[in-house]
T-cell receptor
Framework: SQQGEEDPQALSIQEGENATMNCSYK?????LQWYRQNSGRGLVHLIL?????REKHSGRLRVTLDTSKKSSSLLITASRAADTASYFC???????????FGKGTTLSVSS | EADIYQTPRYLVIGTGKKITLECSQT?????MYWYQQDPGMELHLIHY???????EKGDLSSESTVSRIRTEHFPLTLESARPSHTSQYLC??????????????FGPGTRLTVL
């Protein structure tokens, strides 16, 4: 069964605006990761947030984690056309043998 | 330069053909993975390996097989391709450690179309 589920499924914004994507998961986690995938390409790791962290920043990215609500959000500030991609959250499965990815949020940034 | 490579990038073949998708990484990672992803959908883990001579099936059942004879090489084979195998196949690797603790590095993917 799916562990992470992103929301919204699709998001269209103008350059310079902020984009917020949400991820909900079902079971307890140690860490949560966010990845980006450009069309037809492999995934690129963006950021990892540990279960004892509430917020983490990396450049224009801000990730929050609320373990009580089993949810995380990814904020991209001052978006650019190059940010157009799909964004996935990922957590370890219960057996600890693999990462489980959600269906992703497709972000379109128009100039 | 440390990287992860997949070949071919695109493959169109007829039903019944045997194919091998290649994946190599130069980062010395012990853990390697194969995912299957349909357009606009999530990734599904089909195989993983924790090191040489170690292979395991993932969460999604697949008719493909894998081998891990060398640390850097993790090929995926389909003995008899069918149209239902049409998908994108992504290879990834990570340092040894608990799942979720280390980032995974992905190759560019192989887009397979079986006619």
């Amino acid at each position: 069964s799916q562990q992470g589920e992103e929301d919204p499924q699709a998001l269209s914004i103008q350059e310079g605006e902020n984009a917020t994507m949400n991820c909900s998961y079902k079971t307890s986690i140690n860490n949560l990761q966010w990845y980006r995938q450009n069309s037809g390409r492999g995934l690129v790791h963006l950021i990892l947030i540990r279960s004892n962290e509430r917020e983490k920043h990396s450049g224009r990215l801000r990730v929050t984690l609320d373990t009580s609500k089993k949810s995380s959000s990814l904020l991209i500030t001052a978006s650019r056309a190059a940010d157009t991609a799909s964004y996935f959250c990922a957590t370890a499965n219960q057996a600890g043998t693999a990462l489980i990815f959600g269906k992703g949020t497709t972000l379109s940034v128009s100039s | 330069e440390a990287d992860i490579y997949q070949t071919p990038r695109y493959l169109v073949i007829g039903t019944g053909k045997k194919i091998t998708l290649e994946c190599s990484q130069t980062m010395g990672h012990d853990k390697m993975y194969w995912y299957q992803q349909d357009p606009g959908m999530e990734l599904h883990l089909i195989h993983y390996s924790y090191g040489v001579n170690s292979t395991e099936k993932g969460d999604l059942s697949s008719e493909s097989t894998v081998s891990r004879i060398r640390t850097e090489h993790f090929p995926l084979t389909l003995e008899s391709a069918r149209p239902s195998h049409t998908s994108q196949y992504l290879c990834a690797s990570s340092e040894f450690g608990g799942e979720g603790y280390n980032e995974q590095f992905f190759g560019p993917g192989t887009r397979l179309t079986v006619l």
